[in-house]
């Protein structure tokens, strides 16, 4: 699509609960300066889901709404849920949102980089020599195993309560996000690392045999396993080691977020959910930073927005194929870090003399289009 000659990309927001549409605003700003560089326009279409759907519809997002995600050439999602609508037991929640535009849009493959910046080493809880030279990318498979199995709830009674949940996989499934993260291992350090529980589930085994029947295949990539337990204690011990991660859905949903904390903060960190679909520009995905609503900081401008620029670069490079815009807006961010400018779980409020500038939400996004308008070279 184009607009006054330039190309337009139509980007379906979906800004959702507590600290959401600050992010999304923020990213949003970023990538209306990037384009204003780079020679772009973007047609936003804005679309309610999760706690605040609840609400207004009855349902955590409606069907037309991810028709119109669909209709999308990308998807940049804030954050849904909060305390007001926690119950697990209750019949409409949240996070049905989720699941419902992961397998409506068919979104298979999330990748969840972990880079950490040299100047926010000092923010991870980890000693520092266990950081240097960490880049790792988990790819986790995201419409499979047990977050989509068959499933019996309990009954009310107390004494014989029984529920059941389903980890089902099939070969395809398991060869489809093989091969995604492979493709990403060859761009990298070519190690790829299948994570699954052999040991003990029938779909382990079958994991483990059909990444063994793919490794062979790419005789470039050096395929190893690891066992799902162990590999939680080596992201800690020893994170450097690992390159490419492939799992499947629960395990990388736990490992994922464990992997956060190398950052220092869950603000920092974006990720993408990609589907095989191509759209004119790229391919199909949606973009969110890892972080929860974090309702106790809602409306406050305080929120780290980075995670979710960081989610718009990613976006930029798979579902528009602007390498040179992703590029640009990861380098502004590193450059607006440099700089000393932080967000608040970035900082340490007891030390007044550290020559950081603690600025909020809008202050961060401001930073990063600075250094962005002032050609940052990638």
């Excluded at 400018?341 to 202050?363: K, Q, S």
Aim: net charge negative; proline share 6%; with cysteine.
């Amino acid at each position: 699509m184009m607009e006054d000659g330039l190309p337009t990309y139509r980007i379906v927001t979906i800004p959702g609960d507590g600290v959401g549409p600050e992010v999304v605003d923020a990213a949003r700003r970023v990538v209306d300066a990037a384009g204003g560089r780079f020679g772009f326009a973007v047609d936003w279409t804005e679309i309610v889901a999760g706690g605040i759907a609840i609400d207004t519809y009855g349902i955590a997002i409606r069907p037309e709404d991810v028709e119109a995600c669909r209709d999308a050439d990308a998807v940049l999602l804030g954050a849904v849920g909060g305390p007001k609508w926690s119950d697990p037991a209750a019949p409409v929640r949240p996070e049905q949102a989720l699941f419902a535009l992961r397998g409506g849009l068919a979104l298979f493959a999330n990748l969840r980089p972990v880079k950490i910046h040299p100047a926010l080493i000092a923010s991870s809880p980890l000693r520092p020599e266990l950081l240097h030279g960490v880049d790792l990318l988990i790819v986790r498979e995201l419409t499979g195993g047990v977050y989509f199995g068959e499933r019996q709830e309990a009954g009310e009674e107390p004494g014989d309560r029984f529920a059941v949940d389903t980890m089902p996989y099939g070969e395809e499934e398991i060869r489809r996000i093989f091969l995604v993260a492979a493709g990403y291992a060859l761009g990298r350090r070519r190690r790829l690392t299948s994570v699954d529980k052999a040991n003990v589930l029938a779909t382990s085994r079958l994991w483990r045999r059909v990444v063994d029947e793919e490794g062979r295949r790419v005789p470039d990539l050096e395929v190893s396993h690891q066992l799902v337990d162990s590999c939680a204690m080596l992201l800690i011990r020893r994170p450097a080691d690992f390159d490419v991660i492939v799992t499947e859905n629960l395990f990388g949903d736990i490992l994922s977020d464990e992997a956060a904390v190398l950052a220092g903060s869950l603000g920092m960190l974006p990720s993408a959910s990609l589907s095989d679909r191509q759209t004119a520009y790229g391919t199909f995905g949606l973009y969110e930073p890892i972080h929860g609503s974090a309702p106790d900081i809602a409306g406050q401008d305080v929120a780290n927005p980075i995670g979710t620029i960081l989610s718009a670069a990613m976006m930029m490079f798979s579902s528009f194929d602007r390498k040179d815009v992703s590029a640009a807006i990861e380098a502004a961010v590193s450059q607006a870090l440099d700089g000393g400018w932080r967000t608040g779980d970035l900082a340490d409020p007891t030390n007044a003399d550290d020559g950081l500038v603690v600025v909020g939400t809008t202050g961060m996004a401001t930073a990063v289009i600075a250094a962005l308008e002032a050609g940052v070279p990638a």
